[in-house]
């Protein structure tokens, strides 16, 4: 089984201890939900899986091989593996939706054809599977730009895809969209986690949205790791010890704007 593993792992902006020292085992086809205020260090533990950033200090390994140390074509090679979506979907507003589909392909290529944007037969099939499995095959010649924001992120989700990645990294990818988008956009990661038994880590903003799609819930603070285990252990009394009495609403301080159920909170 392929594990992720996250050993010792720190990041330092001056005297800021972004993540500080983490220790984590991720197995394959697991959906981990991230949590915590912003400024808790989620986004930087994803950046520095998929070498975003580079650590101070510790390691990230998958399959054994050591990923703090790769280097050119084996850091591509992992970047593929790993692929990351993010709030503001960073697709490319002037091109058609498939055409950014496509682009989730361009790192397997050399420099020339990813220059001239040639795609074979078989990526374009690639595309269009992976964009008729987020419902977004009506929209596949309209220009990115016209999408609102939930359709983005499903092309974003398509894009990820056709990467063929072993891990699917999800940095805040529903912190912009209305209830009925982030619903879709979740439910779409669900249904790649177990389609594809592909491993889902998610940075959300959330504790109900973590409750509901997530099987392991890991809460950051101040860098560090409060709880991690299987979301019906976080209870709200959980979350009160984790975060201080006012905790629960501050973690879910979102929940009006973002949250994609309007369940009433579940007293402890
Ligand atoms: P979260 O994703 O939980 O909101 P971040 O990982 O973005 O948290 O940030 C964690 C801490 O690290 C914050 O205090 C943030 O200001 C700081 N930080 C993140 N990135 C940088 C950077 N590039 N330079 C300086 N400080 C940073």
Known sequence: MSTLKIAGLSKHFGSTKAVDEINLEIDSG???????RSGAGKSTLLRLINRLIEPTA????????NITELRSKELRQWRRNCAMIFQQFNLVDRLD??????????????????TTMRFSDEERTMAVKAL???????FALQRAGTLSGGQQQRVAIARALVQNPRIMLADEPIASLDPGNATRVMDALRTINEEDKLTVLVNLHTLDTAREYCSRIIAMRQGQVMFDG?????????????YGADGLEEINEAVTSTSIQNRPQVAA
Do not use: K, Y
């Open 30 to 36: 697991e959906f981990v939900g991230v949590i915590g």
């Open 58 to 65: 510790g390691s990230v390994s998958f399959d054994d091989v």
């Open 97 to 114: 939706v498939i055409t950014n589909v496509l682009v989730g392909r361009i790192s397997e290529h050399g420099i020339l054809s990813s």
């Open 132 to 138: 008729d499995r987020l419902d977004m095959i009506p």
């Open 230 to 242: 299987p979301a019906q252990q976080l209870t709200d009394a959980v979350v009160r010890e984790i």
